[in-house]
């Protein structure tokens, strides 16, 4: 087992630091404007935008105004809603691997047919014009992660992205253990610990949940891709699962959140403290 990357850094080892990612960062006018607000008045250390939603241009309108907040690019080859969908920013004869026959990403439903089917050079083509773009928006990213984690669910996939992170300088989260573990040994740090998902809990009791995960965050850095958003009309209508996004915009906007973290010693940190070695 590799040292915690906390150690690594010069942290003790009993150190617990914590990423608040807000994650879809871009997908509609809520999403935006909650994010915002998280960053600039909740807890939350950095968010990561999709650029091919029609609120992409919006969210990166939003973080040029506001260049004191950390942010990344949230590779986005999904579009899982399914009244409201998104195409690539790049001509979908020069990726047919990637879209459907409407020439829209695929439905989240379809994302193991997409793993199959999907051809890494396309994806890399769609992922850089992705990155490109938010560099033409004005933007400084810091880091890099995919919607959906495409970018480490295949090998191939896996090791392109760490080339791109490589190629602009970008840290890169990483959620399957031996990956992180690969990249530890290759001095690139990482997180300690697979991410956690917000999508992936229980909405019935999230809040004691939560609290009782910052108990026992562990020592190391943890990341926890949130995503709050107000439960407003546009948010219900667009997604089902709207109520896990209104009780992390809740949570995280509470002063219990702010409370348990301050008592139990955590650190907020954003990609912003794994970003230099990425550059080298």
């Known amino acids: 087992m590799e040292p915690l990357t906390t150690q690594l850094l010069g942290y003790p080892a009993n150190a617990r630091l914590l990423i608040l990612n807000i994650d879809d960062y871009g997908f509609c006018y809520t999403a935006n404007t909650s994010a915002v607000h998280t960053l600039e008045n909740g807890i939350a250390s950095s968010c990561t935008v999709m650029l091919p939603p029609p609120w992409g241009k919006h969210a990166c309108k939003l973080l040029r105004e506001r260049p004191n907040l950390s942010h990344g690019v949230h590779l986005t080859?999904?579009?899982e809603h399914e009244i409201y969908r998104w195409r690539p920013l790049t001509s979908p004869d020069r990726i047919p691997s990637l879209?459907?026959?409407?020439?829209?990403f695929p439905l989240e439903t379809e994302r193991?047919?997409?793993?199959?089917?999907?051809?890494?050079?396309?994806?890399?083509?769609?992922?850089?014009?992705?990155?490109?773009?938010?560099?033409?928006?004005?933007?400084?990213?810091q880091q890099l992660d995919s919607h959906c984690n495409i970018h480490d669910a295949r090998e191939d996939i896996f090791w392109m992205t760490v080339r791109l992170a490589r190629e602009y300088g970008l840290a890169l989260r990483v959620h399957q253990p031996e990956l992180i573990q690969a990249l530890k040994r290759r001095e690139l740090p990482v997180l300690d610990h697979p991410d956690v998902d917000s999508f992936d809990l229980p909405t019935n009791g999230k809040p004691a949940r939560y609290l009782r995960m910052l108990q026992e965050l562990p020592p190391g850095i943890s990341e926890w891709a949130i995503h709050p958003a107000r439960?407003?009309?546009?948010?219900?209508?667009?997604?089902?699962?709207?109520?896990?996004?209104?009780?992390?915009?809740?949570?995280?906007?509470?002063?219990d959140c702010r409370r348990t973290i301050q008592e139990e010693g955590?650190?907020?940190v954003s990609y912003q403290?794994?970003?230099?070695?990425?550059?080298n």
């Open 231 to 255: 439960g407003t009309a546009e948010v219900r209508t667009i997604n089902p699962r709207w109520r896990v996004r209104a009780a992390d915009y809740a949570f995280f906007n509470s002063e």
């Open 77 to 79: 080859t999904i579009s």
């Open 273 to 279: 403290l794994l970003q230099p070695p990425w550059k």
């Open 99 to 104: 879209v459907d026959g409407e020439g829209y």
């Open 266 to 268: 955590i650190q907020i």
């Open 112 to 141: 193991s047919n997409l793993l199959q089917r999907a051809d890494a050079q396309e994806i890399e083509i769609e992922w850089r014009a992705q990155i490109e773009r938010a560099l033409d928006y004005g933007l400084q990213p």
